[in-house]
Each structure stands twice: as C-alpha cells, then as structure tokens.
C-alpha cells in the first residue's frame, strides 16, 4: 500500500518546516505557500489524502481556499484540517461550518521523544 499524502498549506517557511519534518517519515508530504498553489496541487494526481491549511495567509486565506476545494467535485470529499493560530470559538465554529473536519492551533509543539 501507497504512503498517504498530506498537502500543507502555510505562508510561514517555519511552519512548512516544522510539519514537513514531522509527518514526512510516515507520508509522502507536499507543501506550498499559497491558497492559490494550494488549489492547484489539491487538483492534481495522486490527489492529497489530507490538507492542512492555514487560515491567515496573504492573498486568498484559508476560508476562501476551503470554499473553493468544496465547491469542485474533484477536491470536495479531501478532508482539510485548519492549522491556525485564530483560537476564538467563533472562528472554529466558522471553519468547521465551512466543511473543515478539524482545528489544531499553533504555535506547534510537536512531542518529544526522550532518549533511552
């Protein structure tokens, strides 16, 4: 069986970074810098499995780029999970009306691992 594919998507080189280094050993991880690029790759195969999307980006942010992949056929049923550091419960509760299935909120922290 094929690696799953994660698509993230962050305007913040470290960000990118960060969660390329943590996912990239058990998926195959595409990561761009744009809402634009994001629809680009979302629409092309192998299709991502997952996407991480930042909401707050320059240009397009992450609600309109949620909108958009719910409103193509092709890139509808891809399950997008906000990476933000917007924490309100409104703006949850905006994201997930949107179709988003998650929210995780940065900074990002991702588990130690202690020697022995």
Known sequence: ???ATILIVDDEPANLSVLTHVLQA?????????GERALQVAATVPRPDLILLDVMMPGMDGYAVLA???????TCDIPVIFVTAMDSTEDEQHGLELG?????TKPLRPN?????
């Open 1 to 3: 069986m094929s690696q």
């Open 26 to 34: 058990q998926y195959r991880v595409r990561a761009v810098n744009s």
């Open 68 to 74: 958009r992949l719910k409103s193509h056929l092709a």
């Open 100 to 104: 988003a299935v998650d929210y995780i």
């Open 112 to 116: 130690l691992r202690l020697p022995g």
